[in-house]
């Protein structure tokens, strides 16, 4: 009995002492990363190296469709993924450590917003989500994204109930030669259903870029009540 009480105690006591270690090797990490970091600086060695970011929209949910008006509110979640050039470790350094999830607040963030947004909408993400680093220095940040979108006409309405949808997004202030959008690497259309009523129009795909920011839109086939989306992760200008 008392060697079998005495196991228990010593497998207490290794665990806590992994635990203090993983603890100690982050808290380390997190204040050599961050000690002359400066968020609001693009992370880059050189100022004209250009910062790829991989943008994909993933809708969630349609909230409302506004045939009359031509605006649509969906639910989504918004992909964001680059690198920082000064966020970067070896594991090997700190006990093996490959990521670190903090604040969003923390890190410099590309100004990825939507461009279709309503007046009445935020155009950038509200909720501040933690991101992931890793320690090659991408960074993933996922925030939840609700909004509404203004839906301009366009040549390709079959009935006065249906139209096609294209949600413009990129960078509110930087231009292609510091941010570019990115295309995804694997697959380069991803498919959801909203509601299985009825079929929504077809969907296409086409790439805006100009002088100002750096920008691609996603489409989508809507009707009133149902939807079904082909959506295209946003592309490389």
Request: some cysteine.
């Amino acid at each position: 009995m008392a060697a079998f009480s005495f196991s228990l105690i010593l497998c207490s006591v290794v665990v806590t002492v992994f635990a203090n270690e993983y603890t100690e090797n982050e808290s380390d990490l997190r204040k050599r990363l961050f000690e002359n970091y400066d968020k609001l600086v693009r992370p880059v060695r050189s100022a004209g190296d250009v910062i790829p970011v991989q943008v994909i929209l993933a809708p969630l949910r349609v909230k409302d469709v506004d045939v009359k008006d031509k605006t649509v509110k969906l639910d989504t979640w918004l992909y964001l993924r680059w690198k920082d050039d000064y966020l970067s470790w070896f594991p090997s350094e700190y006990a093996g450590l490959e990521e670190l999830s903090i604040s969003a607040n923390e890190v410099w963030r590309p100004d990825i917003g939507l461009y279709s947004a309503s007046p009445d909408t935020n155009a950038f993400p509200s909720v501040l989500t933690n991101v992931v680093i890793f320690h090659n220095g991408t960074i993933l940040w996922i925030p939840p994204y609700s909004f509404k979108s203004r839906c301009p006409p366009t040549d390709d309405q079959v009935t006065a109930d249906t139209f096609e949808c294209t949600l413009e997004m990129g960078s509110w202030t930087y231009d292609v030669r510091r941010v570019t959008v990115q295309e995804r690497e694997q697959d380069v259309l991803q498919r959801f259903t909203i509601s299985t009523d009825t079929m929504a129009g077809a969907t296409n795909r086409n790439t805006l870029q100009n002088e100002c920011c750096s920008a691609a839109p996603v489409v989508g086939g809507m009707e009133e009540g149902s939807a079904l989306f082909l959506v295209d992760d946003l592309r490389k200008c």
